[in-house]
């Protein structure tokens, strides 16, 4: 079958300052043909200049993701025919909320730094050896880790860094100083790990603007990670345990906070009292002209005449449930 | 065609702030003839800050809304896509661990309440697209809204994560075209029509949200659209109580009318603008309605 | 990276030099596991014997020894850095059984051990500060009197030439998977480190040992997890049997690897394959199993070849996975040139002898990796910097600029396309001396060809095609030392098997193959195996 393929090509030595086209190219494709197969294809006997990044052709080395059709994805985990049977076009292009250097390649060094941002690596309680040299020969010593431990991390390890994620966030889209979806899987790896040593001091740099309270929940990342990552659960899992540490006092948590005191309290969001709590008194008084042109429309909240829902006590009964199963659990876990 | 009937759960912001489209929904709902099942016990779904402040928490607090559902013998369909995909993420991760969903009745046991696993979560526009169905729909249209070029701005939550909303196809929907062009309006496609809103940190980075708001706006009318429709309240705060922000953000008037899902429907069904209320509205939609 | 984190623990300064980024390097699609006897019930020894006899007697018994004895502390060393091991009920770091190993001793983490044990190394040369100079492409060796004085290196993202001065210089380039038409490996494992080698005076040994995987998938060659056997996995021909019990009754499916290539091959070529494959029948584990154990596979067999093995088998068959020979070295990982050193798949110490067993292979990387870093890093403390040759980075601007003038030649492509189709066809799993002939003479032609390959892109930006012409020059070296070591070595052992002498012959052939270029010719030269503890025997599964 012959298929259409639409290129965006790219290449900086071309003027100045050079613009990015379109270029097409038509293939034989057969049944099974990935995105990438059908790239060297095209590379090795249409067009060796055709440049873009590849590696392994089974979706682990992380290297090929390009936007086909609009959306993020490895070239080598695409196929063709299924692609261009449900999309009816074929359109290559590099990755969104990237910068282009050449064809389908982008620069990646901003990846990378917001990778490094998180200081990926394991920093171990004091309780474990850090002495090098001070190894047991035999002795089992990462005896505390269990197989529940490990599943707590198990999908934040299973990023291959290719990022889909990054590209398709749309928070990153607005704000260029936002940690990014893949940096703060990375972070969940780590905070999440019961051998890390300094999780509370990694919560507080991640509260921090433009951190992981900046996330838009837009969930492209978990849906368009092609290796089940879950990006958005992950930044799900860093939160709860800030807010579990009581790493509070920034706007993002404070949001939360309020959301559970409300739903606490009425059973449903108290919009109100929520911006004055997640904003403090003075912000919110800011807010007051903005406020004025709403109750105009009639669309500013009325905390004092808040309806509570039926059965109230059911939910508070939940929310003491929660907690000390929690507890328990937590007990048993010491004990 | 059977009777349609739902478990009704509006979600908090239009119990309040977007209440113009619960209200709307109910006087649709009725001239569609879908019955609409008041769940007067039902408490918030959490929109997604309660799975940030504790997991096993926000799943007992969904599992209640759902066993309310259960008991009346009804699915549950919602006005609000944020709703939809917090509910719908919480029924997915009950429905596949059997363990799971057993820990979470442990927590509501002193209630005495449990849910079993079977209650499904719609939203109006799935309903509308599939349930009732898009030829239904374009049979009871008195008015085609033929000067009308609608952005179907679905946002987040009724598209994504797939695996548990299940409905449309985040890479390519359809379901808020073809209810819009039922209604005999154009539907202007655009990029951003897919993506989100800002709302989630509207209150903890302003300015990325209203700059995020602006984006999108500029991104329908560029295309020609004459004003924006979308299935869920949160969108409809950002897009249209904060356009003025957005306006700011982008040092640019934008001027752009935006329609709860209901409120299009309405006016195709031949209801008048009072009825849809849209004096609710911060940007007038008055000058586009004929 | 291994070897860099330990030279920067040592204070050094430390760069890696690496045409992909750290991540991308091809150890990431290592999936199985990672052997250490670190059980009470397991010994050094039995792992070493293993080893010893998997490689068909041809691996040096003392630095085996030091590759078992060193495992376990490398595991926990591993541990302690943050690898998230796979863990048994009880906590313990879990171990699965492995091809030719006497006793289930492959830690893994879950399928993608290679995975989670590469980006460790990644965050650790973070930790550690190394620099990493990604998407640079090493164009030379720069050595003079016999010390390496460091490298030039290509920045393919702007096309300039860096002169790296350096006291000490590692090679841990990989392997040369891309020689042959049907691999696992990566694209961009095309030898260069084994072919710089060759360039700079160094010697690479038993290079005719290439290991073919027995499971890799169908069509696409990528890897499917020795794993899938450890965990149970049976092998059936078209008509349904597990023909390992024919081949090694047994251990069956867990035979070695050259062992079960050979067999599968036999199979097809008999008649009793199913369009060219055998297959990996995974049903009777069971969905949790599969899932918890082996996810990868399945995610790669839905997407690569469309079939789910929950519900149907998974059709493979052999294609060329690793390089047991490499650039020779000692057990520290030196070279003859002062302070240039290898580790890893491009180096030869050697562990793997004739054939590699499962699980070794991220051993030695790690293990010799260390040991070679650690050496670098004694020279470098003790030596002053050597000076710099002014004419090194003006020859390479040469010869790149050479290459760039061309024009009207052949594509690289095409002609690594003649040469990865020569090679599978005269130098795979069954050879002769008839076909291992004419395959070195087509390859000497291919070389010929190579000096007028010309391209269309003549820019500095990311010239990928430039980048596919200097991984050709390697390859083509890479093929030649394989074939001409094919052709000389008139036996059968371990990988290489002559269908014109199917036996080993320990009284000719218990030696190693050394090859060295010179004046752009390669010389066959021989060298002793050690042989410490286990004196060589007949090899059954």
Known sequence: MKIKFKIKRYNPAEGEPAEPYFQAYTLDVEEGMSVLDALLKIADEQDTTLSFRRSCRSSICGSCAVNINGFARLSCATQVMPEYAKMGDM??????????????????????SRIEKVAPYLTPTSRRARRRGDVPARENDGARVTARDEEAIDKSQRCIMCGCCNSECNALEIDDRYIGPAALAKAWRLVGDVREGNSRKRLERLSEEHGMWNCVRCVHCTQYCPKSVSPLKQIESLRSRAMKEGVLDNPGAKHVEAMADSVKRVGRLD????????????RSL????????????????????????????????IYEEAERLEKEDRERKKG | MALLRYA???????????????????????????????????????????????????????????????????????????????????????????????????ILARTGLRYGGNVKIKQLLWVLAGDYGIGNLKKQVVKPLNWIKAAPFYGCHSLRPSDALGFDDPMKPWSLEAVIEALGAESVDFKGKTKCCGFQIDLVDEETAAKMTATRLLDGKGKGANCFVTPCPFCHINLDNYQSLAEKAASKKISMPIFHLAQLVGLALGLSSGEMKLSRHLVSPEKIIK | MRAAIEAAAEGLNVAVVSKVYPVRSHSVAAQGGINAAIKDTDSWENHMFDTVKGSDYLGDQDAIEILCKEAPRDIMELERMGAVFSRDPSGNIAQRPFGGAGYPRTCY???RTGHGLLHLMYEQLLKHEVFIYDEWHVARLVVEDNVVRGIIAIELRGGKLHRLHSKAVIIATGGYGRVFHTTTNALSSTGDGMGLALNAGLELMDMEFVQFHPTTLKRTGILITEGARGEGGYLLNSLGERFMANYAPTVKELASRDVVSRAEKTEIDQGRGVNGCVLLDLRHLGADRINERLPQIRELAINFAGVDPLTEPIPIRPGAHYSMGGIMTDVDGATKIKGLYAAGESACVSVHGANRLGGNSLLEAVVFGRRAGAAAARRCLACAAPEFPDSAL???????????????GETASALRQEMTLVMEE???????????IAGLAKIRELKQRYGKVSLSDKGDYFNSELLAVLELGHMLDVAESIAAGAVARKESRGAHYRTDFPR??????????????????????????????????????
């Open chain 3, 426 to 436: 005269h130098c795979g799993v069954f050879r002769d001396s008839e076909k291992l």
């Open chain 3, 504 to 541: 080993r012959d320990d009284r000719e052939w218990l030696k190693h193959t050394v090859v060295r270029k010179e004046d752009s010719e390669l010389k066959i030269s021989y060298k002793d195996v050690n042989i410490s503890r286990y004196e060589p025997k007949e090899r059954t599964y």
């Open chain 2, 8 to 106: 009704y759960y509006p979600g908090c912001a239009s119990h309040e702030i977007t209440k113009e489209a619960n209200e709307t929904t109910i006087v649709v709902a009725a001239r569609l003839g879908i019955e609409l099942v008041d769940m007067p016990k039902a408490n918030c779904c959490g929109a997604g800050l309660l799975t940030d402040y504790d997991y096993p928490l926000s799943l007992a607090l969904n599992a209640r809304i759902f066993a309310e559902a259960e008991s009346l013998g009804l699915d549950i369909m919602t006005i609000c896509s944020t709703c939809l995909m917090v509910m719908n993420t919480a029924n997915r991760d009950l429905r596949n661990s059997p363990e799971l969903l057993e820990k979470t009745n442990a």
């Open chain 3, 109 to 111: 983490l879950a399928d």
């Open chain 1, 271 to 282: 919009e109100a009292a929520m911006t004055f709590r997640t904003l403090g008194f003075l």
């Open chain 1, 286 to 317: 800011g807010m007051i002209p903005f406020g004025l042109k709403m109750e105009r429309h009639g669309k500013m909240p009325k905390p004092l005449l808040f309806p509570q829902i039926e059965n109230i006590a059911e939910v508070r009964d």
């Open chain 3, 394 to 408: 003006r020859d390479s601007a040469h010869d790149i600029a050479d290459i760039l003038r061309r024009d009207n």
């Open chain 1, 91 to 112: 359109v290559i292009e590099p990755l969104s909320n990237h910068v282009p250097l050449k064809d389908l390649i982008v620069d990646f060094n901003p990846f990378w």
